[in-house]
């Protein structure tokens, strides 16, 4: 990812900037005529809660990109091999669009790339659902329906945001996230009505990955109540609880076509959002971020 | 944003060099047609077959402060590779022609549609052997599941549906029954 390509920025094209320019200058002589969003920005505590909010819908979908690229050369068919890499493909190009979004929205300047690539893990907003390890394939496709599920609802919601570069994202990643439901129920459903190896299998890959669902109904940690409320009514942010109706009636169906059991206990995993990740993230951060810490200057 | 202040800073003390020919005002509408015509040129990599005008993702061309022009861009999907390689090459071709500075966009509302692909480019997708439905085909599915697809070497609808991923992030893999070719359909989302 380079944040070039959308916003113009000619930082890229050396050959023409001019040789007298001062060093440091702050000049941004391509910069957007238009800043998209708001033409009423968002300030204060509201628009560091914005940034928060957009950080972590941006970080659920950076990581768990990556994680589905994990198994490219690994997957069961070539086939799944190029749906888990689209897959991919879609959130990281949704990833790019938020992250884009939330470095507009205050803290130091930061590109997509900035945020993606220089952050420490607890500065990662992301839900433990998207970080947890691929496991065997039954898992990764039960992971896939609880993420996809509950994405698809929220962006057709906020592709109504007032907020257009979160609307923009949220237009396209709808339809993708509905294709994507399709593939993971259509998996779900196949092996849980399978063979007696595959429905053990896929049960034990939805017990394995289900209690982290249950972190993304949360109210978000920064809001105590007031904050989200400001979001919400300003279409900027949906409440997360007001998704869980609908992502559950999704999951129910599929898992009772899939003659599997929905999963039961207490136990609720929760803290992504702020933060607070599990053991398997710091490898996955380590992996992603390598290049770009190891040659801070590389480019293409 | 302070955009504003900056770039007339730039544009009255020469910091972006001007091309002889063209002033600093807004580009005329002649120039502005023949910006547009070099851009709606520009090949898409991923699909070598067709132009970005032919593909629908050129939205606009417009004049910007300096006597430059921005061009925005649709991808067709959030995370379509070629986008970069697109920006690039229309910055490249525009600038050759003498605009400046040159400005490329990705717009992503509204969202990008089969529709909107030209029907010459339908036509030079056939025949590269890419399947593709008319617009009116565009189903009002969201997911783009339901979808019209003809063998693009038999015509039969008699295909059966491989995989709904292909090697691009805007194609399925399907099969003809009837002929037994195995096509990439280019999947209808509105």
């Not at chain 1, 920005?41 to 990109?65: F, K, M, N, Q, T």
């Not at chain 2, 417009?62 to 959030?78: F, Q, R, W």
């Not at chain 2, 019209?148 to 039969?156: D, Y």
Request: charged share 20%; with cysteine.
């Amino acid at each position: 990812m380079t944040a070039d390509a959308a916003s113009g920025h000619p930082g890229m094209d050396g050959a023409r900037a001019p040789a007298t320019a001062a060093p440091g200058s702050e000049a941004p002589l391509g910069a957007p005529v238009t800043s998209p969003g708001l033409g009423d920005e968002p300030a204060g505590a509201l628009r560091d809660a914005a940034r928060a909010y957009v950080l972590g819908l941006g970080d659920d979908a950076l990581i768990l990109s990556h994680r589905l690229t994990e198994w490219v050369t690994r997957a069961p068919a070539l086939e799944e091999e190029l749906a888990l890499a689209n897959v991919a493909l879609d959130l990281l190009g949704q990833a790019r669009g938020l992250l884009e979004r939330a470095g507009q929205l205050g803290g130091p300047a930061s590109t997509a790339d900035d945020l993606a690539y220089l952050r420490d893990a607890r500065g990662f907003r992301n839900c433990l659902l998207v970080e947890l390890e691929n496991g065997d394939f039954a898992r990764t496709m039960a992971r896939q329906l609880l993420f996809s599920a509950w994405q698809l609802p929220l962006y057709e919601r906020l592709r109504h945001s007032n907020d257009s570069a979160l609307a923009g994202v949220a237009a396209a990643g709808a339809r993708e996230a509905a294709y994507h439901l399709d593939h993971a129920a259509l998996w779900v459903r196949r092996l849980g009505d399978g063979t007696d190896e595959s429905h053990r299998r896929m049960q034990e890959g939805l017990d394995a990955v289900w209690p982290y669902a249950a972190e993304l109904f949360l109210p978000e940690p920064f809001e105590g109540g007031l904050v989200l409320g400001a979001l919400v009514q300003r279409e900027l942010a949906v409440d997360p609880a007001a998704l869980e109706p609908v992502w559950s009636a999704t999951v129910h169906q599929v898992v009772t076509e899939a003659t599997l059991e929905v999963p039961t206990g207490d136990w609720r995993p929760a803290g992504g959002r702020q933060g607070l990740h599990t053991e398997a993230f710091g490898f996955l951060l380590a992996e992603l971020q390598s290049l770009r810490r190891t040659e801070p200057e590389a480019s293409w | 944003m302070t955009a504003e202040p900056a770039r007339s800073t730039a544009c009255s003390s020469g910091a972006i060099p001007q091309p002889p020919g063209l002033s600093e005002t807004d580009p005329s509408e002649t120039e502005l047609a023949r910006a547009a015509a070099l851009a709606a040129e520009i090949v898409d990599p991923e699909l070598p077959v067709l132009t970005v005008g032919e593909l629908g993702i050129l939205r606009r061309v417009l004049p910007v402060a300096c006597g430059g022009v921005a061009v925005e861009l649709t991808p067709t999907y959030s995370g379509c590779p070629a986008v970069e390689v697109i920006v690039s090459d229309v910055r490249a071709a525009l600038s050759a022609a003498g605009y400046e500075p040159v400005e490329v966009r990705v717009v992503r509302d509204p969202p990008w549609s089969s529709a909107w692909i030209s029907p010459t480019g339908r036509e030079k997708l056939r025949a590269a052997g890419i399947s593709v439905g008319p617009p009116s085909e565009a189903s009002d599915d969201s997911s783009g599941l339901v979808d019209l697809v003809r063998c693009p070497a038999c015509g039969s609808l008699a295909v059966r549906r491989l995989s709904p991923f292909g090697p691009t992030a805007c194609t399925a893999l399907y099969a003809c029954r009837d002929c037994g070719e195995p096509f990439e359909h280019l999947k209808a989302v509105s």
